[in-house]
């Protein structure tokens, strides 16, 4: 188990209950890190100072630049927030209905360095409400950890946030591509990642528009969407590295899947190449 509050928490078990994961520090911490209440109370705070500045002897150039950042990063926070909120109640499509829980991004909603997509919630996920916690999410959480991943500087979600039934990726392909311009395409350009790891096939298919994955994984492709050009990174999905993991061909491809994010956190400077 990894105590560190900025790793990627790594679930213990799938049975998690959330309400009790919502209360623990690790939660608590994060609602911090956020400084959605912090920077509001900064905010009024200067801009109090500015208006009254003799009641406290602080320079006013001073409070006006604090009260302009806390601006600019308050509007950020609050774009993030209403989409959230609106995400969490989306019942817009049979999907949603399913299971009656929308699982939510994890990690840096600000402004992250890297952005994690996968392809969909699965049980475990539903259960606890955050995305890859089941076993597959375990391979991945302490593989990321492992090359420098952390809640501050990346951000884990999935081309759907909502359980398919039996677990099955919709065939509907016009279904996937409402959702995903809807939630996933406005969570990108909100946030802007520098870089994009996508799990997996389906991540591939509607981030890049593009079919299969075995060709191009490894490989950084640059993709552009509404002006921000972001740098792309294929890899393999963690249920796939486990289901080959006693196969002959097993070593070599859990490595392809190690050094593809590797590559992706020496890109983005989360680590030094050695």
Known sequence: MLYDRDVLYIFPSANVNPKTYDRSLDQVWKKFLSYEYFLNIIMATFLFIRISPGILPIPSFISLNFVYFCIIISMIFNNYTEFNLAKEQCKSCEIGKIYNRVVLSDGNTMNPNVMVVGEAAGSSEVEVGKPFVGKAGKLLRATLNEFGFRKSN?????????????????????????????????????????????????????????????????????????????????????????????????????????????????????????
């Open 154 to 274: 990346s951000l884990i979600t999935n081309v759907i946030p909502c359980r398919p039934q039996d677990n099955k990726f919709p065939m509907d392909n016009q279904l996937i591509l409402n959702c995903f311009n809807k939630w996933l395409r406005q969570e990108i350009i909100i946030t802007k990642p520098k870089f994009i790891l996508l799990i997996g096939a389906k991540s591939v298919k509607y981030i890049l528009n593009m079919n299969g994955i075995t060709k191009i994984r490894g490989k950084f492709v640059e993709h552009e969407i509404e002006g921000l050009k972001i740098m792309c990174m294929p890899t393999l999905h963690p249920s796939y590295v486990l289901r080959k993991e006693y196969m002959e061909e097993g070593k070599i491809i859990k490595q392809q899947f190690r050094d593809d994010i590797k590559k992706v956190a020496i890109a983005s400077g989360l680590i030094e190449e050695k």
